[in-house]
């Protein structure tokens, strides 16, 4: 019988999603594509989850595309192939849509659609021998699954024409030197890490996350006005949730708020 090529565990109001083709370097398949975009939209209306942790298995993070399983397509048209790609490249959008906050552990290299993923999580929890790197031009490609765009927010556009044009391999110390690292630790300690930074957040006013996600996604390419009445409509919301009540209660009672995402 073959083994999930992604696999789910839950720990109360976090989720733990593993890539798991630790003998491909998790590379993404059609399969695990198809599979991760299903998962993130599924958890997205799960009123339960708090927070997602996005890891790899064995001694990657992602590596990328799957460029042995490209070789063995049949050759298609150019229209074809944009279908195809516009259909793949729901995860990383996904990702950043999400209410949830998702947490990227870090456990090897991510290259390629694997950076991408990475960047397009919340947070990213890195072990110190990690490498990442755009790897696009390694094989003739301008790039996709959202580079131009998660570059271009997460670093500027000087810096990510030279990671997309030069296409350097990023040590985990140069990526949180470009502000790109959540957490730098060694590398046996990454899941505890991330598990405890997610159960943090996890166990917090996850509504609020969500409203503060949005907002941030409409700040990132609308004037300020419009950021204005998205948190006006955000806040508006926050202020009828159970747990703004419970907030409001423990603040008075002098106690640790219980959220429960109502």
């Given at each position: 019988m073959s083994q999930p090529e992604l696999t789910e565990t839950r720990d109360g109001p976090l989720v733990t999603l593993t890539m798991n083709r630790p003998d491909a370097l998790n590379a993404l398949t059609d399969a695990l594509i198809e599979e991760l975009s299903d998962t993130f939209a599924r958890l997205d209306r799960d009123s339960d989850v708090g927070a997602i942790i996005l890891t790899g298995a064995g001694r990657a993070f992602c590596s990328g595309g799957d460029v042995k399983g490209m070789a063995n397509r049949r050759e298609r048209t150019y229209e074809e192939r944009l279908v195809d790609l516009r259909a793949k490249q729901r995860p990383p959008l996904l990702m950043r849509q999400s209410s949830k906050v998702i947490i990227a552990a870090v456990n090897g290299a991510a290259m390629g659609a694997g950076f991408c993923l990475a960047l397009a999580a919340d947070?990213?929890?890195?072990?110190?021998?990690?490498?990442?790197?755009?790897?696009?031009?390694?094989?003739?490609?301008?790039?996709?699954?959202?580079?131009?765009?998660?570059?271009?927010?997460?670093?500027?556009?000087?810096?990510?024409?030279?990671?997309?044009?030069?296409?350097?391999?990023?040590?985990?110390?140069?990526?949180?030197?470009?502000?790109?690292?959540?957490?730098?630790v060694d590398d046996d300690q990454v899941m505890s890490?991330?598990?405890?930074?997610?159960?943090?957040?996890?166990?917090?006013?996850?509504?609020?996350?969500?409203?503060?996600?949005?907002?941030?996604?409409?700040?990132?390419?609308?004037?300020?006005?419009?950021?204005?009445?998205?948190?006006?409509?955000?806040?508006?919301?926050?202020?009828?949730?159970?747990?703004?009540?419970?907030a409001r209660a423990a603040f008075i009672e002098k106690r640790k708020p219980v959220f429960r995402g109502r």
């Open positions: 947070f990213r929890i890195v072990g110190r021998s990690a490498k990442f790197g755009t790897a696009f031009a390694n094989i003739g490609f301008s790039g996709d699954f959202g580079i131009s765009w998660l570059l271009t927010q997460l670093v500027g556009p000087a810096k990510a024409r030279e990671l997309l044009i030069l296409n350097p391999r990023l040590s985990a110390q140069d990526a949180a030197d470009l502000g790109l690292v959540t957490r730098l890490e991330a598990h405890a930074f997610a159960m943090n957040i996890a166990r917090g006013p996850h509504l609020a996350w969500g409203y503060m996600k949005k907002n941030l996604l409409v700040a990132e390419s609308e004037p300020l006005a419009a950021v204005l009445e998205s948190e006006a409509l955000s806040q508006s919301r926050c202020a009828m949730t159970d747990d703004h009540k419970e």
